[in-house]
């Protein structure tokens, strides 16, 4: 498929926008496949059976399927169900007329943009593969139907890809060059999410409702929720019988493995490691009522058996990602400057591009208002994500997590705790705005004496002592945690080195309380250091203090 010029849209900042102009955008397979596709269904001795492998083989051809399906089955009040429903429902007649109509592309391994879409395409087979195989390890009786689900919720990446690669390398400098998180880097520029853009195009595609109720914004759990989730994987006592009511209500929905599949495999997509990858894998664990390393395993499994399934020669694999590297490089793969200059005027182009509010003439104080130092915090976090010559041993990231947290976010006491593994203990090694009176500048306890602390050593996990949780939670922590929480709010949340716990980060509120923005941007700094202790070589950190 060759570049075409494009007449772009004058307003390309919502999702309506963007989906009316990808809707009749085409999608190419792999040339290889539709050749096959063409040469088989010409074939006189052609069955569906000879057919169903060459269009299960390649994921563009299974969604194409699915869609002239489902607008079959949709004026007959009925839903496509599978991909072996969708080719049985189309026949040979059919498919060869889809078989015509497609378009094919011949992968051009200097084309960035290119070797994004295929590598788009190859995670939303992964993520199918997982959905399927969680599915088949609970026996659910829709594993097939999850697995069309979770393979067309990223339709939205693909499009995107092929008919706007200049917005998408966009948000890929942005998130990777300045640090932005994804979904701020996908609204700054596309006015959207890709999850919008793909609910869109589902709609307009008329795809089953499956895939429609995964991508709904209004079917996803909140941040709150997603922290409930994570409790449940604790077994933390803080959650309410109403609360773990919610909560199985939601895993036994149809579309939440859709979802999951789907969160995992994004995350997947930029990391192999770290806090949020351990985090997500605790939870898959807690739906699948698994143990975490026989999940590990699971998804390691399944990951293999999707890049043996599909895979495009000339690109990477997620597969070999995930051998290869701790954290992906291709994702953050900029276009060269000739590859730039050849889509201009081709296809739409983002609006300028906004500069970092570093400076203070940008109004902070509306834009972080609870940040004690907005530039401190931004320099930390930036420093833990893509590493810093600074940051030789373990030690110094500790050293700059805690800087960042009392400087940038302004919390004022807080105590390292570090894990000594030899003698399954944890001991303070360093505190900020605490006496050397007091108890928690000498506190060292057994992992083993305290519910709380040994399920943080075990999963990562942020407790948030609050008055809602301080009745439940207070009596689970040791004397010394207890007297100091009694009136205040606090937060707690182990640092991982490959999966292995390195300290435990104590905070305290001073009279005030605690809002969850602190929770919030409290956690997003220990987790980026834990990424930045998965990058390092050297020996975990309790051994280094």
């Known amino acids: 498929m060759k570049d075409t ?56 051809l299974c969604l194409l399927a699915i869609r002239a399906a489902q607008q079959l089955h949709a004026a007959k009040g009925s839903d496509v169900t599978s991909i072996d429903h969708a080719i049985g429902s189309l026949g040979l007649d059919r498919l060869g007329q889809l078989a015509r109509q497609s378009q094919g592309l011949r992968l051009h391994p200097s084309r960035v943009a290119q070797l994004q879409y295929f590598r788009a395409i190859a995670n939303s087979h992964h993520a199918a593969t997982q959905c399927a195989q969680w599915l088949r390890t609970r026996h659910a009786t829709y594993a097939e139907k999850g697995w069309a689900a979770a393979l067309c919720y990223g339709v939205g990446i693909w499009s995107l890809w092929m008919h706007a690669p200049l917005h998408m390398n966009r948000i890929q400098c942005r998130v990777a060059e300045d640090g932005l998180d994804p979904v701020q880097a996908e609204i700054e520029t596309l006015g959207c999410t890709t ?10 595609w008329q795809l089953p409702p499956l895939v429609i109720a995964a991508l709904d914004h209004d079917t996803s759990p909140s941040l709150r929720t997603l922290d409930k989730l994570h409790q449940r994987t604790l077994s933390e006592p803080g959650l309410s019988r109403d609360e773990l009511k919610e909560l199985s209500h939601l895993v036994q929905q149809h579309f939440f493995p859709v979802k999951l599949a789907n969160w995992l495999t994004l995350t997947l997509n930029r990391q192999w490691s770290g806090t949020r990858v351990l985090r997500m894998y605790a939870i898959i664990a807690d739906y699948l009522d698994r143990e975490l390393a026989e999940v590990t395993s699971l998804i390691h499994g399944n990951c293999a058996l999707s890049a043996q399934q599909y895979h495009v020669p000339g690109t990477l694999a997620p597969a070999a990602e995930m051998l290869m590297m701790p954290d992906s490089t291709l994702a953050a793969e900029p276009l060269g400057n000739r590859e730039m200059e050849l889509y201009r005027g081709r296809f739409p ?170 929770r919030d941007r409290f956690r997003e700094l220990c987790e980026s250091a834990s990424e930045a202790l998965e990058r390092m070589l050297t020996p975990p950190a309790s051994q280094t203090l």
């Open 349 to 518: 182009e983002p609006p300028p591009r906004k500069p970092l509010a570093d400076t203070p003439d940008d109004s902070p104080s509306e834009q972080t208002p609870d940040l004690a130092d907005a530039t401190v915090f931004r320099q930390t976090l930036q420093r833990l994500r893509h590493g810093h010559a600074q940051h030789s041993r373990p030690a110094h990231i500790l050293q700059a997590l805690m800087q960042g947290l009392s400087r940038g976010l302004g919390l004022p006491q807080l105590a390292l705790q570090v894990v000594q593994p030899s003698q399954h203990r944890l001991k303070t090694a360093q505190v900020i705005g605490i006496e050397d009176s007091d108890p928690l500048a000498r506190f060292q306890l057994g992992l083993n004496e305290s519910i709380l602390l040994r399920q943080l050593c075990n999963r990562p996990a942020c407790i948030w002592i609050d008055d809602s949780t301080r009745p439940r939670l207070l009596p689970l922590l040791p004397e010394t945690l207890r007297l100091s929480l009694t009136e205040r709010d606090g937060l707690l949340m182990s640092v991982f080195m490959r999966e292995r716990p390195v300290a435990v980060i104590f905070a305290a509120g001073d009279r005030g309380t605690l809002t969850t923005f602190h």
């Open 195 to 204: 999850q919008q853009i793909s609910l869109g195009l589902a709609r307009a």
């Open 5 to 60: 010029q494009t007449s772009a849209p004058p307003d390309l900042t919502d999702a309506d926008a963007w989906t009316r102009y990808l809707a009749e955008k085409p999608l190419p397979t792999r040339h290889s496949s539709l050749e096959r596709l063409r040469k088989e269904v010409a074939s006189h001795s052609s069955t569906l059976m000879s057919v169903t492998p060459i269009v299960k083989s390649d994921p563009v």
